[in-house]
C-alpha cells in the first residue's frame, strides 16, 4: 500500500461512492458500528434504495418502477445520519492528496469505498437500430423499459445468461412473445453443466420463450413499426423492442485514472483494500483476490467486513459457500459454481416433476463435493449440499 502525502484527519468523513446495495450496505454496517462517524455518500443518481434483483421480476409481481424504490435519498440520509449528495459527478481521484473532485468541488476523504458499480456490456452490431438496443442496469433504465413495453407485443432479449433468462420468463409470463438470443448451445452456459441447460431450455420453451440458440446478432435495422435483427447466419426475426442483457463490465475508470491496480475490476485484497492507502472496493466494481462476484450474497458478506475495517478492526472477508438463485419461475434454478477442478455427473430424476434436475460436481482427487445445480423441484435439496460443501471450503 501507498503512504498518502498528507495527514489523516479523524474529523474528515469516510467517504463512498455509489449508492446501491454495495454502498448503501457498506453504510449501513458501518452506522451498527459507529452512529456519529463524518459519512459522506456521492451518487451520479437520486440516491434512491431499490433492490437491483427485483428489476428482472417486477413485471410478473405487478410492480410499478415507482414502487421498487423503498426509500428516497432523504429518507435514507435521516435512516445512516449521513450527508448523500445526488446527480453529482466524481471527475477525479487524488490519493496522495486523499481527496476526490465532485462536480468540480474537492471533498476531503479520511477513508474512500468505490462502490462504483458496473455498466452494461455492448455488443458489437451493425444496423439503423443499433443505437435503439436498451440496457436495464438501474432503476432509470427500467423505467425507459417498462414505458417502452408499453407500444410492445414482441420482445427479442440478447443474451441467455441470469439476467436474460430472468427477463424472458418474467416477459413471457406477463403475455409478451419472447425471443432469446444466444451464441451458446445452451442457457446459462456459465452456470449450468451441458445436460442442464438442456433440461433449463426445454422450460423455457414450454413457459412461451422462443430460443435462439448457437446464434449472434449481427445486426438490428429499424423497420416502419419495431426493428428487424439479423443473425449472423443469415437469418432473422421481427421484434418491436430489443433488449441487450449480455453481462457487466465493471466501472474501474476512476480508480484507473488515479493509478489503483486494475484487472477485471479494481483490484483488492480480501480485506477489500485497493492499493492505495485507505482505499477499499467492493461491489461489482471489485475484484476480490482475483475474483469479480457480481452477485448480492458476496457483496453483502464483503460489506459487512469493510464496515469493520473502516471502525478500526481490520477484518478479512470470508465468503462461505453462496448459492447463485435464478428466478425463473418456468423452472428455478439454484447453482454453486465449482471453483476447483471437478466432473460433473448428472443424477438420474425418473419420477421427478418435470424439468426437475440435479448435478453434482465431484473433486477429480477425493470425491468432495465442490458444486452443484439444481432445477425446479430439485432445488428442495439445496440445504444439505450446502451444507455438506461448507467444511470442505473451510480446509
Known amino acids: 500500500m501507498t503512504a498518502a502525502a498528507k495527514h489523516v484527519d479523524d474529523r474528515e468523513p469516510i467517504v463512498i461512492v455509489g449508492t446501491g446495495i454495495a454502498g448503501y450496505t457498506v453504510a449501513r454496517e458501518l452506522r451498527k458500528l459507529d452512529g456519529e462517524a463524518p459519512l459522506v455518500l456521492v451518487t451520479q443518481d437520486d440516491g434512491s434504495f431499490y433492490s437491483k434483483p427485483m428489476l428482472s421480476n417486477a413485471l410478473a409481481m405487478k410492480k410499478h418502477p415507482s414502487a421498487l424504490a423503498?426509500?428516497?435519498?432523504?429518507?435514507?440520509?435521516?435512516?445512516?445520519?449521513?450527508?448523500i449528495r445526488v446527480h453529482r459527478r466524481v471527475e477525479r481521484l487524488s490519493p496522495n492528496e486523499r481527496e476526490?473532485?465532485?462536480n468540480g468541488e474537492p471533498l476531503r476523504y479520511r477513508k474512500l469505498v468505490l462502490a462504483t458499480g458496473a455498466d452494461p456490456r455492448r455488443l458489437r452490431i451493425e444496423g439503423s437500430g443499433a443505437g435503439d438496443i436498451l440496457s436495464i442496469n438501474d432503476l432509470g433504465g427500467y423505467a425507459t423499459f417498462r414505458q417502452a413495453l408499453e407500444r410492445c407485443q414482441a420482445v427479442a432479449i440478447l443474451g441467455a445468461g441470469l439476467i436474460g433468462c430472468e427477463f424472458a420468463n418474467d416477459l413471457s409470463a406477463a403475455g409478451y412473445a419472447v425471443s432469446l438470443i444466444d451464441p451458446a448451445s445452451t442457457p446459462l452456459a456459465r452456470l449450468l453443466p451441458e445436460a442442464l441447460g438442456t433440461v433449463f431450455a426445454n422450460a423455457l420453451d414450454a413457459s412461451g420463450v422462443r430460443l435462439h440458440l448457437a446464434r449472434s446478432a449481427a445486426s438490428v435495422d429499424?423497420?416502419?413499426?419495431?426493428?428487424?435483427?439479423?443473425?449472423?447466419?443469415?437469418?432473422?426475426?421481427?421484434?418491436?423492442?430489443?433488449?441487450?442483457?449480455?453481462?457487466?463490465?465493471?466501472r474501474t475508470?476512476?480508480?484507473?485514472?488515479?493509478?489503483?491496480?486494475?484487472?477485471q475490476g479494481v483490484c483488492t485484497d480480501a480485506w477489500c483494500r485497493?492499493?492505495?492507502?485507505?482505499?477499499?472496493?467492493?461491489?461489482?466494481?471489485?475484484?476480490?483476490?482475483?475474483?469479480?462476484?457480481?452477485y448480492v450474497l458476496p457483496?453483502?458478506?464483503?460489506?459487512?467486513?469493510?464496515?469493520?475495517?473502516?471502525?478500526?478492526?481490520?477484518?478479512?472477508?470470508?465468503?462461505?459457500?453462496?448459492?447463485?438463485?435464478?428466478?425463473?419461475?418456468?423452472?428455478?434454478?439454484?447453482?454453486?459454481?465449482?471453483?476447483?477442478?471437478?466432473?460433473?455427473?448428472?443424477?438420474?430424476?425418473?419420477?421427478?416433476?418435470?424439468?426437475a434436475a440435479r448435478a453434482i460436481c465431484r473433486h477429480a482427487e477425493d470425491e468432495r463435493t465442490i458444486g452443484f445445480a439444481l432445477l425446479g423441484a430439485a432445488i428442495e435439496g439445496k440445504a444439505a449440499l450446502i451444507q455438506a460443501m461448507t467444511p470442505a471450503r473451510g480446509q
Not at 429499424?222 to 465493471?250: E, W
Open 253 to 263: 475508470a476512476l480508480a484507473a485514472q488515479a493509478g489503483l491496480a486494475i484487472g
Open 100 to 102: 476526490i473532485v465532485v
Open 299 to 355: 457483496i453483502m458478506h464483503a460489506a459487512r467486513a469493510l464496515a469493520r475495517t473502516l471502525h478500526g478492526e481490520p477484518t478479512r472477508v470470508a465468503f462461505p459457500v453462496m448459492p447463485v438463485t435464478v428466478k425463473t419461475p418456468a423452472t428455478p434454478a439454484v447453482v454453486v459454481s465449482p471453483e476447483r477442478a471437478g466432473e460433473w455427473r448428472i443424477e438420474d430424476m425418473t419420477g421427478a416433476p418435470p424439468h
Open 222 to 250: 429499424r423497420l416502419q413499426a419495431g426493428y428487424r435483427l439479423t443473425f449472423a447466419d443469415g437469418g432473422h426475426l421481427d421484434a418491436d423492442l430489443v433488449v441487450s442483457a449480455v453481462g457487466l463490465v465493471p
Open 274 to 294: 485497493t492499493s492505495a492507502a485507505d482505499i477499499y472496493a467492493l461491489g461489482d466494481c471489485a475484484e476480490i483476490e482475483g475474483k469479480v462476484q457480481p
Open 70 to 83: 423503498t426509500f428516497d435519498a432523504a429518507q435514507m440520509r435521516a435512516q445512516l445520519n449521513a450527508d
